[in-house]
Nanobody, 123 residues
Framework: VQLQASGGGLVQAGDSLRLSCAASGRTPVSARTLAWFRQAPGKERQFVAS????????DYADSARSRFAISVDSTKSTVYLQMNSLKPEDTADYYC????????????????WGQGTLVTVSS
């Protein structure tokens, strides 16, 4: 499956931003879990959130649980990440990823990756 992430940009601390990840391809997207990861310069790729295509089985990293919300619109084959109360430490390239099985927090478990979308939060 092909994944296309978008929605990144430059915002100020406290602002909100919504990222989108559009999925396409021959494999039924209903069989997949979609997740968001992020990677700051010089750091490892970090799990942010995941969701099943039915909208169930959401999972969040502790850093995202109270401020971010992941959702899915299966009619558009698109997964969203609503990010509120953004902080400078949220600055990173954000990637969407997919896998056929249930959600995982390990990047190595995901086989499909979109390109990153850069989120920059100024203080």
């Amino acid at each position: 499956v092909q994944l296309q992430a978008s929605g990144g940009g430059l915002v100020q601390a406290g602002d909100s931003l919504r990222l989108s990840c559009a999925a396409s391809g021959r494999t039924p997207v209903s069989a997949r879990t979609l997740a968001w990861f992020r990677q700051a310069p010089g750091k490892e790729r970090q799990f942010v959130a995941s969701i099943g295509w039915t909208g169930s089985r959401t999972d969040y990293a502790d850093s995202a649980r109270s401020r971010f919300a992941i959702s899915v619109d299966s009619t558009k084959s698109t997964v969203y990440l609503q990010m509120n109360s953004l902080k400078p430490e949220d600055t990173a390239d954000y990637y969407c990823a997919g896998r056929l099985a249930y959600g995982s927090r390990s990047a190595s478990d995901y086989i499909d990756w979109g390109q990153g979308t850069l989120v920059t939060v100024s203080s």
